[in-house]
């Protein structure tokens, strides 16, 4: 007999009536993939650590004042949750986000792969670290698209509600990132294997 996982929605409910443990669940089961997201907007470890626990004390008030309406969709609600608390950080600090790895942390370390042989891990890594210089170069919104659709999952439906724009603006921030990163491959031979 095969065990069905609790839900997102069921967790919900059960730390709603009084279950620590299942919001420890809900925690774990997205950690990773928000507080990523946090950081590569903000660059900063600290500051993503503490954006990321302002979203989920955020996300408890919410949860508590019995204000979140599940859709089926917590993790992208807590997603734009974190977005806007980035976005919020950078008004007050006058800047826009730039979006680049580390010398910690890259957005390829923590994408699941398939197991290669020595030679393919290489060759991705090398692809990989050239793809990545060539988003770095996008304009800002472009890069913005960029990693929200690909990174995040996200629907160009949920880019343009957290990016405020029309879907039709983000669908055309895509556009243009993928005519500017096919142009500089031509521009500077890159040779993606």
């Not at 839900?7 to 089961?29: H, K, M, P, T």
């Not at 089926?72 to 806007?84: E, L, T």
């Not at 472009?142 to 999952?153: F, K, T, W």
């Amino acid at each position: 007999m095969q065990v069905k996982p609790i839900n997102d929605r069921q967790l919900i409910v059960q730390y709603l009536d009084g279950d620590e443990r299942a919001f420890e669940e809900l925690l774990s089961r997205h950690r990773q993939k928000i507080y990523t997201s946090i950081y590569l907007f903000v660059k900063d470890k600290s500051l993503a650590e503490d954006i990321f626990q302002e979203v989920f004390i955020k996300i408890i008030d919410t949860l508590r004042k019995g204000k979140y309406n599940h859709e089926g969709k917590f993790v992208q609600w807590a997603m734009r949750i974190s977005y806007n608390m980035c976005v919020d950080y950078f008004r007050r600090s006058k800047r826009r986000p730039k979006v680049s790895p580390t010398e910690t942390f890259d957005i390829f370390d923590v994408l699941q792969t398939h197991e290669d042989n020595a030679e393919q891990a290489i060759i991705r890594s090398q692809t990989h670290d050239k793809i990545r210089h060539l988003v770095e170069m996008l304009p800002p919104e472009q890069r913005e698209v960029v990693i929200l659709r690909h990174y995040a999952d996200m629907s160009f439906k949920e880019i343009s509600q957290l990016t405020k724009v029309s879907i039709n603006t983000a669908l055309g921030r895509m556009r243009y990132a993928l005519i500017n990163i096919r142009k500089m491959i031509e521009e500077r031979e890159v040779i993606l294997q």
